[in-house]
């Protein structure tokens, strides 16, 4: 068989060319440590890369909702403590105050703690995080308790809790609203502890009054109120607590997600640096053989120098 120099030239120079698009190729992965760095590098693999991409987007999203949750729920949990600790110097206030031969002063005196405590619970009953309101349901961006003329306190939240999603399909509340917090009628009317027919905060003004007046008749019953919703307060806590605890398993889970998906799209699209290393420097090799093969055949004289 004849061959032609056109076309041995030319075979030359494609099996040069396609030297050196695999040199520039391996180098291009060695340096971005990426296996595909366009589409057309492996058309299959590249819609594997999307779906991980797209599952560890899905991943982080579900991580900052749950950091986003555990801002939320350890403030309030801690306001909730205070409001408990709180309670219970009222407890012992109101204890105090039953028992018999307290001076005028005395009294004015537990009335002002009664007093003090209740101003320490409305403070923590508008407590916010990052412009969030933690007492003040789905409204989370409407201060929750407001006090009007005569000390009257009025909630203007909602009564469903801020729910988030902390996993596909599992909305959870991670607020509690104040109106069930401090036994303010809901939206249909009902309050939390049906027992007690009055909010915490004028529970606390009736307690204070009837100190300062010395009105002991009223005082045992006020302090079965202030149990009951003592009590609410605890319990309200602890339902708190349940919820941090399953938002930090779910925040494990998400962030076990995130390992697999990363390792998923590691296999997918990074490169493997050793061995891509290896197969670079195999490849200049080849290419400067051939350049150098090349150069030497291109020195022989053509048939037609040699007048055949």
């Known amino acids: 068989m004849r061959i032609s120099t056109r076309g041995y030239n030319s075979d030359v120079k494609n099996a040069l060319s396609r030297a050196q698009q695999d040199l520039r190729r391996l180098s291009r992965q060695m340096s971005t440590g990426k296996r595909l760095t366009r589409p057309s590098d492996d058309p299959v693999a590249v819609g594997a890369i999307i779906n991980a991409r797209a599952d560890l987007a899905n991943v982080l999203n579900r991580q900052k909702t749950l950091q986003r949750a555990m801002r939320l729920i350890g403030p309030a949990d801690g306001a909730l403590d205070n409001i408990a600790g709180a ?158 605890k399953r938002i930090e398993d779910a925040r494990e889970s998400a962030m076990d997600a995130e390992v697999l998906a990363r390792e998923i799209l590691a296999d997918t699209e990074d490169v493997d640096i050793a061995a891509t290393a290896i197969e670079l420097q195999h490849q200049q090799l080849c290419y400067q053989a051939a350049l150098a093969a090349t150069a030497k055949l291109a020195q022989l004289p053509t048939l037609f120098e040699l007048t055949w």
């Open 87 to 244: 309670l219970r110097q009222v407890r012992d206030v109101v204890l105090g105050a039953i028992q018999p031969g307290m001076t005028d002063a005395a009294r004015l005196s537990q009335a002002e703690i009664v007093r003090s405590c209740r101003a320490r619970i409305f403070d923590e009953a508008n407590i916010s995080v990052h412009g969030d309101f933690l007492f003040t349901g789905k409204l989370s961006q409407t201060r929750p308790f407001e006090e009007g003329a005569g000390g009257v306190v009025s909630y203007t939240g909602d009564s469903s809790g801020l729910e988030l999603w902390v996993a596909p399909g599992r909305p959870l509340d991670v607020t509690i609203p104040g109106d069930r917090l401090f036994n303010f009628p809901d939206a249909g009317g009902v309050r939390a502890v049906p027992s007690v027919d009055t909010d915490l905060f004028t529970l606390l003004d009736d307690i204070a009054t009837a100190i300062e007046s010395g009105d002991d008749g009223a005082l045992p019953g006020l302090a079965e109120d202030l149990d009951a919703l003592y009590g609410h307060v605890v319990e309200e806590r602890a339902v708190l607590g349940t919820r941090a």
